[in-house]
């Protein structure tokens, strides 16, 4: 059964477009031989970390969606955590996309003038004898 998951990995900054294409597509490449299949690449750029990592200051971050089996996640992280070019990465579950409810239907009206509960209605009783009262006058 696959799942949604997503990837955010950090790509050494010293790479050019080229071989920035290149980490990802091998990311890609590595979620395929697993039995996935990527669904979504956003290439976010160049960006200062927080703090040192490997005696670097800044890299280019990659969010990747995709399905997989959540079996092969541990291979996954396996292989990423031996990759020359991505050096740092989390990979997350998505959350399922609820379903939505469905609507509740309109109760019926009632078809007589009896209350709901199934008692006499005391109002067209109190408007019959409002309009004698008004004729007797």
């Given amino acids: 059964m696959l799942r949604d998951y997503e990837i955010l990995y950090i790509v050494r900054p010293d790479l ?3 071989q920035l294409g290149a980490a990802v597509q091998s990311v890609n490449d590595l979620i395929q031989n697993l039995g996935g ?3 979504k690449t956003d290439v976010w750029g160049r960006r200062r970390l927080a ?6 200051r800044e890299g280019q971050y990659v969010l990747q969606l995709f399905k997989i089996d959540p079996k092969a996640i ?3 992280e396996a292989s990423l955590n ?3 070019p991505v050096f ?6 998505r959350p399922e996309e609820p379903t939505p409810p469905a609507e509740p239907e309109a109760p019926e009206p009632p078809e007589s003038d ?3 509960d199934g008692g006499p209605n005391p109002e067209p009783a109190a408007q019959a004898a409002a309009g004698t009262a008004a004729e007797e006058e």
């Fill in 16 to 18: 050019d477009e080229a």
């Fill in 37 to 39: 299949s990527p669904t």
């Fill in 51 to 56: 703090y040192e990592v490997r005696h670097l």
């Fill in 74 to 76: 541990p291979e996954m």
């Fill in 82 to 84: 031996i990759s020359d």
């Fill in 88 to 93: 740092r990465h989390l990979i997350v579950r």
């Fill in 114 to 116: 009896a209350d709901v």
